[in-house]
């Protein structure tokens, strides 16, 4: 079996910065994708942003570019979110989730998440 645990959550002002990591560990072989998503209490779930084990990548929230950016350690199995400027906004559980399917990779619906971490940014 394969697991994501992410890290690097917590709580800052705003216009604060935060990495976020995805640690893929276990049985990871043919992992596709991994992928962000983000959910407030009482709110859907968002896709944040996608990336390809073969490179590239996908922003889903329009108002996210240029401030939040995705990347991989591919060596190490994990994914990155690198969040600058933050606002209140951006408060959110954020969920790792990773996809052997590349159908999947395009959408929403994985099958792997971790456990998420939290993101509190004040005013």
């Known amino acids: 079996a394969q697991q994501l645990v992410e890290s690097g959550g917590g709580s800052v002002q705003a216009g604060g910065s935060l990495r976020l990591s995805c640690a893929a560990s276990?049985?990871?072989?043919?992992?596709?994708?991994m992928a962000w998503f983000r959910q407030v209490p009482g709110k859907e779930r968002e896709g944040v942003a996608t990336?390809?084990?073969?490179?590239?990548?996908?922003y889903k929230i329009d108002s996210l570019k240029g401030r939040f950016t995705i990347s991989q350690d591919n060596a190490k199995n994990t994914a990155y979110l690198q969040m600058n400027s933050l606002k209140p906004e951006d408060t959110a559980m954020y969920y790792c989730?990773?996809?052997?399917?590349?159908?999947?990779?395009?959408?929403?619906?994985?099958?792997?998440w971790g456990r998420g971490t939290q993101v509190t940014v004040s005013s």
């Open positions: 990336i390809y084990t073969s490179g590239g990548s996908i």
């Open positions: 989730a990773a996809s052997r399917s590349a159908v999947t990779c395009r959408g929403d619906d994985f099958s792997i």
């Open positions: 276990g049985y990871t072989y043919g992992i596709v994708c």
